[in-house]
């Protein structure tokens, strides 16, 4: 009945897999100006959690960890259609995805 | 039920092997100059992931990877790069200090997390029998549609909003230039 995986690998190391894979969204939209790409490292760090909310799931015998990550690639595949076309309107008055043209949203 | 796809010697090396590709392909997703090599290297993470999901028995979860995030948003990721034809961004970083305090903030949270991670005992394992066939399509439909049927269909309002704030965002009005 038991999984392999679960006998072999033990949970810690997919907490520290997701945690890097976190970690690399992050630098990617601080260190990124495109808007598409920080979008890009947007949906890597909603990965992260989905693949630490599987292995918890998977670990303790419980569904419910898989029924949000289910939900979670719902809210992304809609935040993904709002955030492009919200990309495309920028492109389309300013020429470019560049976020840094947004800060003149500031005044 | 015994997850016939994975041999359990190679459970192991298969699990490093993905995780190894996953995380080269994320750094290269976010220092690659073009975004459309970004994208590529995104799809290839998302389908390590997916490798990671089969390896956990949650096939429903690997096969909803597959089809939401590697097909429908990469594929909308792409159509709006080649839509705004975007080739090359040699001015699209940052400023020397911005990516060196990105990277260390970035690199500062990573040390700190594995660090308390470290500390913490993880002893909810040892409380319940893992059971194999949980990430199957038949128990997480009866768990979606038993305990979790209000949120599935509030989920649908959610994407009716964003379809109408999608459509709303991208309509060109009659005075707008073409791009």
Request: charged residues 15%.
């Amino acid at each position: 009945m038991d999984l392999e995986i679960i006998k072999t690998i033990p949970l810690e190391h997919y907490i520290y897999f997701s945690t890097a894979l976190f970690c690399i969204g992050i630098i990617g939209v601080l260190m990124r100006r495109n808007a598409l790409i920080m979008f890009m490292c947007v949906e890597l760090m909603l990965n992260a959690t989905n693949l630490l909310l599987t292995a918890f799931s998977a670990y303790n015998g419980d569904a419910s960890g898989q029924v949000f990550v289910f939900f979670i690639m719902v809210v992304a595949a809609a935040e993904v259609a709002v955030g492009l076309a919200i990309v495309v309107m920028i492109y389309r008055n300013s020429r470019s995805t560049d976020i840094g043209l947004l800060s003149k949203l500031k005044w | 039920m015994y997850n016939a796809l994975i041999m359990p010697v190679l459970a192991d090396k298969i699990f490093y092997f993905l995780t190894f590709v996953a995380l080269l392909s994320a750094l290269l997703v976010v220092f690659s100059k073009k975004p459309m090599h970004s994208v590529l290297f995104l799809i290839i993470t998302f389908f390590c992931l997916s490798g990671h999901y089969v390896l956990l028995n949650a096939q429903f979860l690997a096969a909803v990877n597959i089809i939401v995030y590697a097909g429908a948003i990469m594929v909308l990721f792409l159509f709006t790069i080649m839509f705004l034809n975007l080739k090359n961004e040699e001015e699209d970083k940052r400023s020397a200090i911005t990516q060196i305090i990105a990277t260390v903030s970035g690199g500062t949270l990573l040390v700190l997390m594995v660090a308390v991670l470290r500390q913490t005992e993880m002893n909810l394992v040892a409380n319940r029998e893992p059971i194999s066939n949980v990430g199957l399509v038949e128990s997480l439909g009866k768990v979606l549609f038993r305990d979790y049927l209000l949120p599935f269909e509030l989920a649908s309002v959610l994407f009716l909003a964003a379809m109408v704030g999608a459509v709303m965002l991208g309509k060109r009005d009659p005075g707008d230039k073409v791009i």
